[in-house]
């Protein structure tokens, strides 16, 4: 995994000599300057995590969203469909994770609010207990369940438009930094923790301890 904070320094037309033609004919396509800088970032942070973890040269590698609107890694211009991939990108950074298994992060800011609208139209009822309950450690307790949502819905493929309803939250162990997750047909221990030289950004990473439910096959 790799996490890039954008300081400024970094120039878009540097950023862009990390992209295949494929990907600068997508970044094109983006006329708004900081979606397209948000991109760029999230692009260059999985080509480094590739390379740090497969020794993939960054000019080999191309991120290509699928049909479903999820990235997909290609090297050398065929799909590498044994690896997976992921990408989040908030104000002022992104990150992105590799794996051989499927696998989902997401990041936001730490002091990123949740108004109680979004709380009460996006969670259950559980979740709302959770979300508002006292954390024991000042977790941002209602964003920590958002990204862990997230996260999980991104290692299971879910479309995030769509994975409101069938992703939830069933307990949390703050202690542990560990959230109990649930989807269809999985269950997931989806890790948060607090991430950043500053401590200023919440990551969510799923992908590392599901197993599947009593009626996954009913």
Known sequence: MAQIRDDGSLVEAELALFLTEREIAACRLKKDSPARRN???????????????????????????????APELMVNGRPKTTRSISISHTSGAAVGAVAENPVGVDLERWERPLSPQL???????????????????????????????????????????????????????????QLTVAGPGWVERVAVSRSGESGDYLLAV?????????????
């Open 39 to 69: 991109w760029l970032l999230g692009r260059l942070a999985v080509k480094a995590a590739a390379y740090r973890r497969w020794w993939f040269d960054p000019d080999r590698l191309a991120i290509i969203n699928n049909e479903a609107g």
């Open 119 to 177: 709380i009460d139209w996006a969670f259950s009822e559980s979740e709302r207990r959770l979300a508002l309950a006292p954390s024991g450690q000042e977790w941002p307790a209602g964003l920590a369940l958002w990204c862990a949502r997230e996260a999980a819905a991104k290692a299971w493929g879910i479309p995030l438009l769509n994975h409101l309803a069938q992703v939830r939250v069933k307990a949390t162990d703050w202690a542990s930094g």
């Open 206 to 218: 799923a992908g590392t301890g599901r197993r599947p439910t009593a009626d996954k096959h009913k």
